[in-house]
């Protein structure tokens, strides 16, 4: 139940950023600083896993809790009163920060004591959460906007993610860390500190790509041998997994954008689109998980990430011809659709533990490195790319999600394969 109501939490605010990313950087100013905007958290999320365990070891769990509640309040806080771009990433990085303390522990306990069967209901329960927020969250939002202004907007998630989270560490306070819980600091910090580099180079490329390269090297020293050459088996279905969040979140954090700056759509209707893919991975991933056998379930992610990927490639020519708008809300709800196809099967596979000897810790802290790790970069990339009032960056950007979404549907058929 915390786990299910932690992606409830997750759609509401992510819900609640996506559509007033626009409304944020036009009164901040700050349409050239889009990747401040919208990687903040994932960078605070990423310096906080390598010290997760160690805070936890030192202050127990009530007080990691208390601090993690502490820093999301108040990095919530300073986002809504920010009056620059830099003091928004600021608070969104806090909110990262605190996201990422109990993000370890939590997941790998999970692992440990549920089964596959019901990790797999799990997650489609997990994706369920998101069709209640997609139908009414980007409109409801929107209206808050209006009526109170984004400010206070911003803060309509705080109950919902302090519920699940004291779900969550209450159901895992008895479990004691485990030693290989711990990660490597400084390989583990390679990971923000390269996508601080892109976010910050403005579009310079050079220094784009070795922030770039960066992150890539310190994620690569921390995920299980074989993942770099997509390995067949876990290591497979954990590199498709990264390409995956490169892709579709790099996409998704920027959908509001492209449609009113690149396609000068109406905010209310940007938002029709934006609940699309949501709504319609929710629903396909409840279908999908009864379909998950040994013969169907490694299908499914290919098949999903090649209509995502083609999905994805329709938008990047919406900007150059022009598409009549339900052609856009048609083709982000198929891009939804194939990532409900394919996320549950490919995350199964990437967390079953005792698969080539890895343990329930490992596994946890592979996936949500994988993950987040796709997603940081994918945001990172996407936002520095279209940092700009022309269209051509966006074009850039979502012509890469297409070409990396694509990529990962090739590579999800290594993870059919078992050493």
């Known amino acids: 139940m915390g786990i299910v109501s932690l992606e409830f939490a997750a759609a509401v605010t992510s819900f609640v950023a996506s559509t007033l990313l626009p409304v944020v950087s036009a009164d901040l100013d700050a349409r050239n600083s889009l990747a401040l905007l919208i990687a903040g958290s994932t960078l605070g999320l990423f310096v906080a896993l390598p010290l997760a365990s160690r805070v936890l070891r030192l202050l127990g769990t009530k007080g990691t809790l208390g601090t993690g509640i502490l820093a999301y309040i108040g990095g919530l806080v300073l986002a809504a009163t920010a009056q ?15 996201s990422g303390l109990l993000a370890v522990f939590g997941i790998s306990s999970a692992i440990r004591h549920l089964d596959e069967r019901l990790r797999i209901r799990v997650v489609a329960a997990s994706s369920a959460m998101w069709i209640l927020p997609a139908l009414i969250g980007p409109a409801a939002t929107l209206g808050l906007e209006h009526l109170m202004g984004w400010r206070w907007t911003l803060l309509v998630p705080v109950p919902f993610v302090l519920f699940g989270r004291l779900l969550v560490v209450r ?104 609940s699309a893919a949501p709504l319609g991975w929710g629903v396909t991933s409840l279908l999908a998980s009864r379909f998950t056998a040994e013969r169907n379930k490694h299908r499914f992610p290919t098949i999903g990430l090649g209509l995502a990927g083609v999905a994805t490639a329709v938008l990047a020519a919406a900007l150059v011809v022009s598409v ?54 994918g945001r990172a990339i996407g936002g520095a790319l279209s940092s700009t009032d022309s269209s051509d960056g966006l074009l850039a950007s979502y012509a890469l999600f297409s070409v990396v979404l694509l990529a990962a549907a090739v590579t999800a058929r290594r993870t059919a394969t078992v050493e």
């Open 84 to 98: 620059t771009a830099w003091m928004f990433a600021l608070g969104q990085f806090a909110n990262g920060l605190a």
């Open 324 to 377: 009549p708008f339900p052609v856009t809300v048609v083709a982000w709800a198929v891009g939804g659709i194939g990532i409900g196809l394919a996320y549950p099967g490919l995350y199964i596979r990437a967390t079953t533990a005792g698969t080539s000897g890895f343990s329930a810790a490992e596994l946890a802290t592979a996936v949500i490195t994988a993950e987040c790790t796709g997603q940081l970069l």
């Open 171 to 274: 159901s895992v306070r008895d479990d004691p860390p485990d030693d290989s819980e711990h990660r490597p600091l400084a390989r583990t910090l390679l990971i923000p500190l390269g996508a601080a580099v892109v976010v910050l180079s403005t579009g310079w490329w050079p220094l784009a790509i070795i922030g770039a390269a960066v992150s890539l090297v310190g994620m690569l020293s921390i995920l299980p041998e074989g993942t770099a050459r997509f390995r067949p088996g876990t290591p497979a279905a954990l590199g498709t997994m990264v390409l995956f969040a490169v892709g579709y979140f790099g996409a998704d954090s920027l959908i509001t954008v492209l449609l009113t700056s690149g396609l000068q759509i109406s905010l209310g209707q940007a938002t029709i689109v934006l």
